[in-house]
């Protein structure tokens, strides 16, 4: 095994190659290369066998070497690992052997397409957080440019995730063995959790404080409608709850004024030409205009499908003109309990509509 900084990396080394040895693994000389990277070898070598040994691996056989050890002194230390030995005949059957090889050597496959898939998720997560960095975005558009990079981390670490499952699929469905999608699936919310963390301390406002108002009124990236929230989830709908064909669905635009794209593969952020989206939504909607009047004809709305937590959030001073307050917190003091919320909660209940369109 190589040496690395991460100890319980080293344990699940371990443990994959086990699955090959099984009963033998007191007959295993384990060797950790590279052992030139530590800067503190002593530490480093009493942190190993102590993280080996909370797994409850004792009596290890550790050897550890370099490019520069002495290759005699190398050679004898090995030579002590296996003499020390007790002699012992080793059984397996020729099947028992098949099974335990194969099914170890399938789970060394599926690690190294972990191995890689966790090396770009950290890589992009470092892009990222470098992005966030960034100080020439307008003071009134910060909230949006960050927003936006949280929504498209996720977008990308899911295609990652996507990307990582086609290359296990076969090993997982033959070994009925899922553990590093899992692990994937939790490393992926982790580091979306990581990034929030730090982006959240540069936003004016949380992305999960669902009375801020911020969170509750949102406007349609394709036709500007605007929408208040009264009840629901922040998952994905349509503009005004209208049926609209899978044709006419521009739904994987960005909404943000911001994007990113890959430049020689690094991540860059760029504005967006709205007025080009907004012709692609005209054209769509005049294709379909008659469709959604049919369907409900006194209801707003285009019918494009949305994500409404990933929708960027009205101006501050817009939300303003609305509720025709001063503050923001005037606002939230309005939603928390005053009666004029009731009553616009009331009215969009009634305006529900569940009538059922085949």
């Known amino acids: 095994m190589q040496f690395k900084n991460r100890f319980e990396k080293l344990v699940e080394e371990y443990l994959t190659a086990m699955d090959i040895f099984g009963v033998f693994e007191h007959k295993?000389?384990?060797?950790?290369?590279?052992w030139d990277n530590t800067k503190a070898p002593e530490k480093d070598f009493k942190e190993i066998l102590e993280?080996?040994?909370?797994?409850?691996?004792?009596?290890i056989n550790l050897i550890c070497y370099s490019e520069n050890s002495d290759t005699s002194i190398l050679s004898n230390r090995m030579y002590l690992a296996a003499s020390n030995m007790k002699n012992e005949s080793l059984n397996i059957s020729d099947t028992d052997f098949f099974l335990k090889?194969?099914?170890?050597a399938i789970k060394l496959k599926m690690q190294k397409h972990f191995t890689k898939y966790e090396k770009e998720a950290d890589e992009l997560y470092k892009q990222f957080e470098n992005l966030s960095l960034i100080e020439d975005i307008e003071q009134n558009e910060k909230d949006e440019f960050?927003?936006?990079?949280?929504?498209?981390?996720?977008?990308?670490?899911?295609l990652l995730l996507e990307k990582t499952e086609k290359l296990l699929f076969k090993e997982m469905v033959e070994s009925d063995y899922y553990f590093f999608y899992l692990k994937a699936q939790k490393n992926n919310f982790r580091l979306s959790e990581k990034l929030y963390e730090v982006i959240s301390t540069k936003m004016s406002f949380s992305l999960f404080d669902q009375t801020d108002p911020r969170n509750l009124i949102k406007k349609c990236p394709f036709c500007q409608e605007i929408w208040f929230k009264?009840?629901?989830?922040?998952?994905?709908?349509?503009?005004?709850?209208?049926p609209v064909d899978k044709k006419n669905d521009i739904f994987s635009t960005n909404p943000f004024k911001y994007s990113i794209k890959r430049t020689d593969g690094v991540l860059k952020w760029f504005r967006q030409d709205f007025s080009l989206l907004m012709n692609k939504v005209r054209d769509k909607q005049d294709e379909n205009k008659n469709e959604v009047k049919k369907a409900k004809p006194e209801k707003k709305g285009c019918g494009q499908r949305?994500?409404?937590?990933?929708?960027?959030?009205?101006p501050d001073q817009l939300i303003l003109e609305l509720f025709k307050v001063?503050?923001?917190?005037?606002?939230?003091?309005i939603i928390k309990g005053k009666e004029e919320f009731k009553k616009m909660s009331d009215e969009g209940r009634n305006k529900i509509d569940s009538t059922f369109y085949d």
């Open 28 to 34: 295993v000389v384990v060797m950790i290369s590279h």
């Open 230 to 242: 009264v009840e629901g989830c922040d998952g994905t709908t349509s503009c005004g709850e209208v």
């Open 101 to 104: 090889f194969n099914f170890g």
């Open 146 to 158: 960050y927003h936006m990079l949280l929504v498209s981390f996720k977008e990308e670490l899911q």
């Open 51 to 59: 993280t080996f040994g909370e797994n409850d691996i004792t009596n």
């Open 306 to 314: 949305i994500v409404w937590k990933n929708l960027p959030k009205l």
């Open 326 to 333: 001063n503050s923001m917190e005037d606002v939230k003091n």
